[in-house]
């Protein structure tokens, strides 16, 4: 392994059968579904918001984030909470189902048709035969309005 690749922890969520990966340094913590609060005049994808540990969280569909179906709630959905400098954010996701390694390098750009600073998605990588669909972390939080 050469000096400049490094390993990256990623929280694997699920969206239907998609999997995804998001930046350990960015997770605060997962957690079971709690009761959700609708808040009015929120963004769709929006669900309202939760209290946890003090603090009041924002939930969001993690499906409807990517502009696919709304998360199914099971047994097995978890609410990542995502943490950066101004504050919390929550995923409502179908399953939170592994933490893994991936090195920096393995993770390649989705090709030309993503170039844009403010993807939502960083870039693919390959663990295991299966594409990780790595997510931009900051950018969640950057274009929500909540």
Do not use: W
């Not at 690749?5 to 969206?15: C, G, R, S, Y």
């Not at 709304?70 to 950066?84: D, G, H, M, P, Y």
């Not at 403010?118 to 931009?136: E, F, P, Y």
């Amino acid at each position: 392994m050469s000096l400049s690749t490094q390993m990256l922890k990623m929280v694997i969520v699920k969206a239907g059968e998609e999997e995804y990966g998001l930046p350990i340094n960015h997770v605060a913590s997962i957690e079971r579904v709690l009761d959700i609060t609708p808040m009015p005049e929120m963004p769709q994808e929006v669900l309202g918001v939760i209290h946890l540990r003090g603090n009041i969280i924002p939930i969001i569909d993690f499906g409807q984030l990517l502009g696919s179906a709304k998360a199914k709630v099971t047994e097995a959905s978890r609410i990542v909470v995502l943490q950066n400098e101004q504050g919390y954010l929550g995923l409502l996701t179908e399953a939170a189902t592994d933490v893994i390694d991936i090195q920096s390098d393995m993770i390649q750009s989705p090709g030309s048709f993503n170039q844009q600073e403010d993807s939502l998605i960083q870039g693919v990588a390959k663990q295991n035969d299966q594409l990780i669909i790595v997510l931009n972390c900051p950018v969640i939080f950057k274009n929500r309005n909540v």
